[in-house]
């Protein structure tokens, strides 16, 4: 099981980003894949969530309006679109997968992270 995230770098305040979670060595449709973020000195946080069971999704009330997850199964991919940046959304940004539905802390595959930095 491989989880490759992408797309992270540097952006302005109020610019936009968009991260690829490319997923390979399971079954795309019976799991949950999820973005989850650690700021420097910050616990990690979950952010968005997507269960491909029912294609439902969550965000977290930091993100709401702003970033949106979304998923292209033919792909095994799920992108975090990220708009109206903030200097506090800077952190490394993780994918995780868990079978079933939801995403916890305890997802079953992580992937390396990737640096977001948004400046002010």
């Known amino acids: 099981v491989q989880l490759q995230a992408s797309g992270g770098g540097l952006v302005q305040a109020g610019g936009s980003l968009r991260l690829s979670c490319a997923a390979s060595?399971?079954?795309?449709?019976?799991?949950?894949i999820g973005w989850f973020r650690q700021a420097p000195g910050k616990e990690r946080e979950g952010v968005s969530c997507f269960s491909s069971s029912d294609s439902s999704t969550y965000n977290a009330d930091s993100v709401k309006g702003r970033f949106t997850i979304s998923s292209d199964n033919a792909k095994n991919t799920v992108y975090l679109q990220m708009n109206s940046l903030k200097p506090e959304d800077t952190a490394v940004y993780y994918c995780?997968?868990?079978?079933?539905?939801?995403?916890?802390?305890?997802?079953?595959?992580w992937g390396k992270g990737t640096l977001v930095t948004v400046s002010s």
């Open positions: 060595g399971f079954t795309f449709d019976d799991y949950a």
């Open positions: 995780a997968a868990a079978a079933g539905w939801g995403c916890t802390d305890g997802m079953d595959y």
